[in-house]
C-alpha cells in the first residue's frame, strides 16, 4: 500500500469528519461523545494546519499541529493531535506522520513538539516513547469516565538543534 503524507485539502474535509467520528473512544479522548455537526466540524478545521495520510482509497489517519497559545514565548512549540483509522493501525501510519511533522518543524524552526496521551491508551504511549518523546508530566485523576478516573501524560518531542 503506497501511503502520501500531504496537507489536508478542502474535499477532505468530510472524510476527515466521519474517520474522526468513528475513531475516538472513551480510551483514547476525553470527549469522545461530543461529535460535532458537519457545519460546526467544518468550521474548527479553518483553524487547524493538518497533514493526512492517504492511499488511492481513502485518508488513514491524519496529525494537526499549532502553537499552544498566541504568546510570542510559544512560537516554537507545536501541540499536536493525530489520529489513524482503526483499520490502519499498526501499518506504520502514525509514525509516518509524526515523521513529516517533524521535518515540517524542522522547516520552520519549531524546537518542541508536544501532544497529551490517556493513561487508557498504552499503546500510543508506547509508540511515542518508541519515537523518541519523552514524558514531561503526569496528570493524575484528570478524567472522570465512565464512572472511573483517567490519569493524562504530557510528552514531548525535543529537536535535536535546540538541545
Known amino acids: 500500500m503506497t501511503v502520501t503524507i500531504r496537507a489536508i485539502q478542502d474535499s477532505d474535509i468530510p ?3 466521519k474517520l474522526e467520528e468513528n ?4 480510551d483514547n479522548t476525553p ?3 461530543q461529535q460535532l455537526s458537519f457545519d460546526a466540524y467544518e468550521k474548527s478545521q479553518k483553524d487547524r494546519e493538518i497533514l493526512v495520510a492517504a492511499n488511492d482509497d481513502s485518508l488513514l489517519g491524519f496529525i ?4 499552544p497559545t498566541t504568546m510570542s514565548s510559544h512560537s516554537r512549540q ?4 493525530i489520529g489513524v483509522a482503526e483499520e490502519a493501525q499498526g501499518q506504520g501510519i ?8 517533524i521535518e515540517k518543524a524542522r522547516q520552520q524552526n519549531i524546537g518542541k513538539l508536544s501532544l497529551r496521551v490517556m493513561d487508557s491508551n ?4 508506547k509508540s511515542y516513547e518508541a519515537l523518541g518523546f519523552v514524558r514531561e508530566a503526569h496528570y493524575k485523576n484528570e478524567f472522570w469516565i465512565n464512572n472511573h478516573w483517567v490519569d493524562d501524560y504530557h510528552y514531548a518531542y525535543y529537536l535535536e538543534d535546540t538541545l
Not at 507545536?78 to 493531535?81: C, D, I, S, V
Open 122 to 125: 498504552p499503546r500510543a504511549r
Open 15 to 17: 472524510v476527515l469528519w
Open 64 to 67: 494537526s499541529y499549532k502553537n
Open 78 to 81: 507545536w501541540e499536536l493531535g
Open 94 to 101: 502514525g509514525k509516518k506522520l509524526i515523521a513529516a511533522v
Open 31 to 33: 470527549n469522545a461523545n
Open 23 to 26: 475513531m475516538w473512544t472513551n
